[in-house]
């Protein structure tokens, strides 16, 4: 698709970022957002604002700086306040479960028009926003068109590929007064880290190995293959309900929604809840002792086999072959 050269409204895209280095999804922002019009972004916090946003399109950066953490309340706050200040017709955010909220309060804030999960974005011919989504676990794709005067759109990661501007910009940085929850009527009384694992952001990996409910809790080999191919480690609802691994490792229809490269179920059964939140990924692997196991019907490569025997087998050939 061609991008926007119109005079239309700016698209704001909020810049993630995780000490001070932008998270992947936002590239994928950008990229859709050059579509539809002029490109600013929305930097929160105080950190340096990196140079390489020029490559991808931003004309402005808007910096707002945060008195404490950043919070749901306060992201959204910002972003309104910035859509008011500079007119802008969209908004994108990478599809997360905390932006999702943020994108919620935001649109009832504008009064927009709000799509979550979209997997791609376009411009309409009458200049409104058309979005992309898939529904019932991917069996049908859906286009939307926003009819409201705004439009805020949540966009899933992996979903569109990178490309840089055809013409580099320099970027300007534009500064506005911190937000602060106290202002919002909310008090932030304690904030605990998830500690790191190494590994890549869930809803953001290229690659995710999931265990199921063929692992009987020990997911060792999983995490041993997610390893070894750079990926993340998820779960399906079985997994996490037996405390066998955090709910925050859930994917399917009431967990994260991801759309990696490549895919790799380890004893997972391939329910349709779970399907729901993994169907779209590139290349599906399927490992499961079962050969009548739904996730076969889906899966571009199925092995019938012990995960135990089948991913420590995997782990050290990839471990191998990257020397």
Do not use: C
Not at 14 to 20: A, I, K, R, W
């Amino acid at each position: 698709m061609t991008e926007s050269t119109t005079a239309a409204a700016p698209v704001l895209v909020l810049l993630d970022h995780h000490d001070g280095s932008l998270r992947t999804p936002v590239l994928e922002l950008l990229t859709v957002a050059r579509r539809l019009g002029p490109v600013h972004g929305v930097w929160l916090g105080d950190s340096a604002v990196p140079g390489t946003l020029g490559e991808h399109g931003v004309s402005v950066v808007h910096q707002v700086a945060l008195d404490g953490a950043a919070m749901v309340v306060t992201t959204s706050a910002a972003l309104a306040e910035v859509a008011e200040a500079t007119g802008a017709g969209s908004v994108l955010l990478s599809s997360t479960f905390e932006n999702k909220e943020i994108a919620a309060r935001l649109a009832f804030a504008l009064g927009a028009g709000l799509v979550v999960d979209a997997s791609d974005v376009e411009a309409g011919a009458d200049g409104s926003v058309v979005t992309v989504q898939q529904a019932f676990a991917a069996t049908w794709t859906l286009r939307s068109r926003v009819t409201a005067p705004r439009a805020v759109v949540a966009l899933k990661p992996n979903a569109v590929p990178v490309v840089p501007a055809d013409v580099p910009t320099s970027p300007d940085v534009v500064t506005h007064p911190a937000v602060t929850a106290d202002t919002l009527g909310v008090q932030l009384l304690a904030r605990t880290a998830r500690a790191a694992s190494g590994r890549p952001d869930l809803g953001e990996a290229q690659v995710v190995v999931v265990g199921g409910r063929g692992t009987e809790g020990d997911f060792s080999p999983v995490e041993d293959l997610a390893d070894a191919l750079g990926g993340a480690v998820g779960a399906t609802r079985v997994a996490t309900d037996e405390g066998w691994i955090g709910h925050e490792a859930q994917i399917g229809q009431t967990g994260v929604t991801i759309s990696p490269r490549l895919y790799v179920g380890a004893g997972v059964s391939g329910a349709v809840h779970h399907r729901g939140g993994m169907q779209s990924s590139s290349t599906i692997v399927a490992v499961n002792s079962d050969p009548e196991a739904p996730i076969f019907e889906i899966a571009d490569f199925g092995i019938v086999g012990d995960l135990f025997a089948v991913l420590p087998q995997a782990a050290a050939e990839v471990r191998r072959l990257r020397g």
